[in-house]
Nanobody, 128 residues
Framework: VQLQASGGGLVQAGDSLRLSCAASGFTFHYYAVGWFRQAPGKAREFVACLSDGDGHTYYADIAKGRFTISGDNAKTTAFLQMNSLKPEDTAVYYC??????????????????????WGEGTQVTVSS
């Protein structure tokens, strides 16, 4: 059972990237899937969530209007479409999942503590 994040890379400001989070050994049925990021020297921060149980999504302010979280019909892969990227989006992006969880209703640093599975991160670098 594992998660694998991929899709990162080096892009210019204003470009787009789509990150993928692939589940192995399970599906996202009834899971909440979250994307997080951590920039050098900074704390990990929540980016977005998709909850399969109730179909809800939730975005941190840093992601609203630019990022979109989604999942495939097979519920084995979650995506984070990132548009209008900025240099401050540069970070290692992680996906995480937990069964029966729901997306947060307020961005908080504690929601991540409930995530059971974490994938290795994928580096996103946005040049100015």
């Amino acid at each position: 059972v594992q998660l694998q994040a991929s899709g990162g890379g080096l892009v210019q400001a204003g470009d787009s990237l789509r990150l993928s989070c692939a589940a192995s050994g399970f599906t996202f049925h009834y899971y909440a899937v979250g994307w997080f990021r951590q920039a050098p020297g900074k704390a990990r921060e929540f980016v977005a969530c998709l909850s399969d149980g109730d179909g809800h999504t939730y975005y941190a302010d840093i992601a609203k209007g630019r990022f979109t979280i989604s999942g495939d019909n097979a519920k084995t892969t979650a995506f984070l479409q990132m548009n209008s990227l900025k240099p401050e989006d540069t970070a290692v992006y992680y996906c995480a999942a937990d069964k029966w969880s729901r997306c947060p209703t307020v961005t908080n640093r504690f929601w991540a503590d409930g995530m059971t599975f974490w994938g290795e991160g994928t580096q996103v670098t946005v040049s100015s």
